[in-house]
C-alpha cells in the first residue's frame, strides 16, 4: 500500500506536470486498484500431508505463499481505497482507458 501511495505522489509531482488536478490523479489511482480489492482469493492449499520429497514440499510452500500474498495484496487495496475515498469523495471512480496515458500501478 505504501508503494502505491509513493505512485500517487509521484505521479502529482513529476508525471502529469501539474497538468491534473490531485483529485483526478486519485480517481485514476483508484480505477487502478480497485480489482485488486475484489480478486478471488485462491483455496486453501491442500490440508493433506504432501507426498515425500523436495519438489512436493516446495509446491505445497508455494501454494501456501501465494495464498498469502493474495489476501496481504486484497487487504492492502481495500485499505488504500477507504483512504483515497475520504481524499477524493467527488472523484469519478472510473476512468476510460484512454482517459489515462501512462502505465498502470501493478501490485
Known sequence: MCTWWLLVARHIEYADSGGLRRSQTIARFISWIAPYATDPTPPEPATQAPASGADSERGAAL?????????????????????????????????????????????
Open 63 to 107: 501454494d501456501q505463499l501465494e495464498r498469502s500474498l493474495a489476501l496481504i495484496r486484497q487487504n492492502a487495496a481495500r485499505a488504500f481505497l477507504t483512504q483515497a475515498e475520504t481524499l477524493a469523495p467527488a472523484c469519478s471512480h472510473q476512468q476510460t482507458p484512454d482517459a489515462s496515458p501512462g502505465q498502470e500501478a501493478t501490485a
